[in-house]
């Protein structure tokens, strides 16, 4: 690891723990040359996965269009950054235990959908109306309507 104050690459490990996400390891290092200390962060490095669109044409996996998605139907609600984060976490590990390579952008929209509906209604409703392209007032209604269903259960 390159000491980002001189530059030299012999350091020592200081200090090791995961991250509160578990997704990676958090190191405090110190530079052997200059003494000053860093933090670097290490990840482990996944398979690519590409995501199937719908007119076939294939792309590499972005969670930051997911994260993008969300914070959109998320905005103006009271959905913390925190939480935003989690369920894009979430929604990249289930897409990555796919283990097939590749995902349709349906399968991922169907994720993003279901951790929109356990966070909250209105961005479930947002979302799910960017995504499902409700073209008229008759299928948004369906979709509240399958709502209002699922919480007199």
Do not use: W
Request: glycine fraction near 4%; charged fraction near 30%; charge should be neutral.
């Amino acid at each position: 690891m390159r000491c980002q104050y001189c530059n030299c690459t012999d350091s020592k490990v200081i200090d090791s723990r995961p991250t509160d996400d578990g997704n990676s390891i958090r190191r405090r290092r110190e530079c052997i040359n200059c003494g000053k200390r860093f933090t670097t962060y290490e990840k482990v490095e996944l398979n690519p996965l590409f995501v199937v669109k719908k007119d076939g044409r294939r792309e590499m996996f972005d969670s930051q269009k997911i994260k993008a998605g969300i914070i959109h139907a998320c905005d103006k609600l009271p959905v913390s950054m925190q939480d935003i984060d989690q369920i894009v976490s979430r929604v990249e590990q289930k897409c990555y235990a796919t283990m097939d390579g590749e995902i349709p952008t349906e399968q991922i929209g169907d994720i993003v959908m279901m951790e929109l509906k356990n966070l909250n209604d209105v961005a479930y409703v947002r979302f799910a109306a960017v995504y499902r392209k409700f073209t008229d007032l008759g299928t948004f209604m369906q979709e509240l309507q399958k709502l209002v269903d699922e919480h007199k259960m």
